[in-house]
């Protein structure tokens, strides 16, 4: 059985079949420093992300096809600032960043404010979508809104952002 895996003391993500290395693809080392990865296999089975954190709050990842046992790397997003979600969409073709932010800790008073970026990755296109969060929350109890909960949702063909029981289409 064929898995991916981050070989970290030399920093190259790798395709193994049992103990056997059947191929590789260097990493340069990110100056914010590692923290640890994830890995999210497309529904297709064909793709998947690398996601990495750099355990000070960035984020960064690469999107990888396997065709005939080569790893190919398709998009290559640099370190972000923020905490990051993922998600793919269920046919593959696009891939979800979901990145809090920080602004909101400047809110005093209920009303909109700015809670993050969700961008949207066009696998097969390279294209890229970034669309900036803000939500209402007029009347909302400020101190209990955990901005640390929000998420990508899927409904039928639509994608949303979900916080505090509000959401926004993508």
């Known amino acids: 059985m064929k898995i991916i895996r981050l070989n970290e003391e030399i920093f190259c993500v790798e395709l193994v079949d049992g103990n056997e290395v059947i191929d590789s693809y260097?990493?340069?080392?990110?100056?914010?420093?590692?923290?640890?990865?994830?890995?999210?296999?497309?529904?297709?089975?064909?793709?998947?992300?690398?996601?990495?954190?750099?355990?000070?709050?960035?984020?960064?990842?690469?999107?990888?096809?396997?065709?005939?046992?080569?790893?190919?790397?398709?998009?290559?997003?640099?370190y972000s600032y923020g905490e990051a979600t993922y998600m793919w969409s269920p046919d593959s073709r696009y891939f979800y960043r979901l990145v809090d932010s920080y602004e909101r800790y400047d809110a005093s008073d209920d009303g909109i404010y700015p809670v993050g970026r969700a961008d949207v990755y066009g696998v097969l296109t390279n294209e890229k979508k970034s669309v900036d969060l803000t939500f209402d929350f007029t009347g909302c109890d400020m101190e209990q809104i955990d901005f640390f909960e929000m998420r990508l949702i899927q409904d039928n063909e639509k994608v949303c952002v979900s916080l505090n029981g509000k959401t926004v289409e993508l």
């Not at 590692?34 to 960035?58: K, L, Q, R, T």
Request: glycine share 10%.
């Open 26 to 78: 260097k990493l340069e080392e990110p100056d914010c420093g590692y923290g640890g990865n994830d890995v999210f296999e497309a529904p297709a089975g064909n793709m998947f992300a690398m996601c990495f954190y750099s355990g000070e709050s960035d984020n960064a990842f690469i999107i990888f096809s396997v065709t005939d046992n080569k790893l190919n790397a398709l998009i290559n997003e640099d």
